[in-house]
């Protein structure tokens, strides 16, 4: 697929539909001129080589919302799918400075000016100092700078000054996740700043686990002991991620399921999930929970799910459901701000 033709596809399916009802949502009233409302909720779309983005972080139900803002295009360096499995796993954002960063196969891209960036527009800078290659997750602690950036085989970087370190700069720390055979991999990170905890999830050779590194602040370069390891339920490559400030860590599968874990830091070796909520769709999930609202969002082929009150949400759930209005996109990675 050319660049031209993967714009073009993206421009195609910019529009969202609202599909299943759920509680919540946004609203407000607003003048005859609005002043423009940057974007709040981004996803990244692997088989059409790019991201969308739009300021509605809580859609209300029934409702139709256009994709406001689409970055695509040869100047971006966002690879085009499909055909390339990992090439486009992950993506963070520093909601203070409207910064996202893009995780690719070759390198981590960042946006400066995020909420109101659109179209075939080049990063604004790279980071450096972790390798290339694909299925590379990220993870950033905005309050002090630092970027986290996990390897498939094993390897989890540490860059300082992340807002402003560029290709040149190089990892502080460099870990190495012991305890990995051949056939195992790193599927995910999740980064829990408020109890500086870091969460990864692990394909065992076809079993899906989650390990607990307790302190990862005070680690030093080398080798990484786990301090728990924990089932996915289930789940063979687990999407996971955490709400800190309520110690809780999401965990989903590839059947539309999310298992939830309370005490987080706490879960020891063997623990089980407190309980388990099933989604709309059967698929895998990548997961984003934005903490400030207590919402979960679950991105999968060409759906974002969107649940209100997760960290009480239990069995099957009712969510708002962003669909694009085609199935050839697979949107592997959501975040928003609050």
Same mark, same amino acid.
């Given at each position: 697929?050319?660049?031209?033709?993967?714009?073009?596809?993206?421009?195609?399916?910019?529009?969202?539909?609202?599909?299943?009802?759920?509680?919540?949502?946004?609203?407000?009233?607003?003048?005859?001129?609005?002043?423009?409302?940057?974007?709040?909720?981004?996803?990244?779309?692997?088989?059409?080589?790019?991201?969308?983005?739009?300021?509605?972080?809580?859609?209300?139900?029934?409702?139709?919302?256009?994709?406001?803002?689409?970055?695509?295009?040869?100047?971006?360096?966002?690879?085009?799918?499909?055909?390339?499995?990992?090439?486009?796993?992950?993506?963070?954002?520093?909601?203070?400075?409207?910064?996202?960063?893009?995780?690719?196969?070759?390198?981590?891209?960042?946006?400066?000016?995020?909420?109101?960036?659109?179209?075939?527009?080049?990063?604004?800078?790279?980071?450096?100092?972790?390798?290339?290659?694909?299925?590379?997750?990220?993870?950033?602690?905005?309050?002090?700078?630092? *970027? $986290? !950036?996990?390897?498939?085989? /094993?390897?989890? #970087?540490?860059? @300082?000054? &992340?807002?402003?370190? %560029?290709?040149? =700069?190089?990892?502080?720390?460099?870990?190495?996740?012991?305890?990995?055979?051949?056939?195992?991999?790193?599927?995910?990170?999740?980064?829990?700043?408020?109890?500086?905890?870091?969460?990864?999830?692990?394909?065992?050779?076809?079993?899906?686990?989650?390990?607990?590194?307790?302190?990862?602040?005070?680690?030093?370069?080398?080798?990484?002991?786990?301090?728990?390891?924990?089932?996915?339920?289930?789940?063979?490559?687990?999407?996971?991620?955490?709400?800190?400030?309520?110690?809780? *860590? $999401? !965990?989903?599968?590839?059947? /539309?399921?999310? #298992?939830?874990? @309370?005490? &987080?830091?706490?879960? %020891?070796?063997? =623990?089980?999930?407190?309980?388990?909520?099933?989604?709309?769709?059967?698929?895998?999930?990548?997961?984003?929970?934005?903490?400030?609202?207590?919402?979960?969002?679950?991105?999968?082929?060409?759906?974002?799910?969107?649940?209100?009150?997760?960290?009480?949400?239990?069995?099957?759930?009712?969510?708002?459901?962003?669909?694009?209005?085609?199935?050839?996109?697979?949107?592997?990675?959501?975040?928003?701000?609050?």
């Amino acid at each position: 697929m050319s660049i031209v033709r993967s714009a073009s596809a993206l421009l195609a399916v910019s529009l969202v539909v609202i599909v299943v009802a759920c509680g919540g949502g946004g609203g407000g009233g607003g003048s005859s001129t609005p002043a423009p409302v940057g974007s709040k909720v981004f996803a990244v779309d692997e088989v059409n080589g790019g991201f969308g983005s739009t300021e509605n972080n809580n859609p209300s139900p029934g409702t139709a919302i256009a994709i406001t803002r689409i970055v695509s295009g040869a100047s971006t360096q966002i690879p085009v799918g499909p055909g390339c499995s990992g090439c486009l796993p992950s993506l963070a954002l520093d909601s203070g400075r409207d910064q996202l960063y893009v995780s690719t196969n070759t390198s981590v891209l960042v946006f400066n000016n995020a909420g109101t960036a659109s179209g075939n527009i080049p990063p604004s800078r790279t980071v450096g100092g972790t390798g290339t290659g694909t299925k590379r997750h990220l993870q950033l602690n905005t309050a002090t700078d630092q *970027l $986290y !950036v996990s390897t498939a085989t /094993g390897t989890i #970087f540490q860059i @300082d000054s &992340a807002s402003t370190a %560029t290709g040149a =700069a190089l990892a502080s720390r460099t870990f190495n996740v012991t305890t990995l055979l051949v056939n195992d991999f790193i599927t995910d990170i999740a980064l829990d700043a408020t109890n500086d905890v870091l969460y990864v999830g692990l394909n065992r050779n076809g079993f899906g686990r989650v390990g607990i590194i307790l302190g990862i602040s005070g680690k030093s370069s080398g080798s990484l002991p786990l301090d728990a390891e924990i089932g996915a339920g289930g789940a063979v490559d687990p999407s996971i991620t955490v709400d800190g400030p309520r110690n809780r *860590l $999401y !965990v989903a599968d590839f059947l /539309g399921h999310v #298992f939830v874990f @309370d005490n &987080a830091k706490a879960l %020891t070796t063997g =623990a089980i999930a407190n309980r388990t909520l099933t989604l709309p769709f059967s698929t895998q999930h990548r997961l984003f929970l934005e903490t400030a609202n207590d919402r979960l969002y679950a991105s999968g082929q060409n759906r974002v799910v969107v649940i209100n009150g997760a960290g009480s949400a239990s069995g099957s759930v009712t969510a708002a459901v962003a669909q694009l209005s085609t199935i050839n996109s697979d949107l592997t990675a959501v975040v928003a701000k609050p």
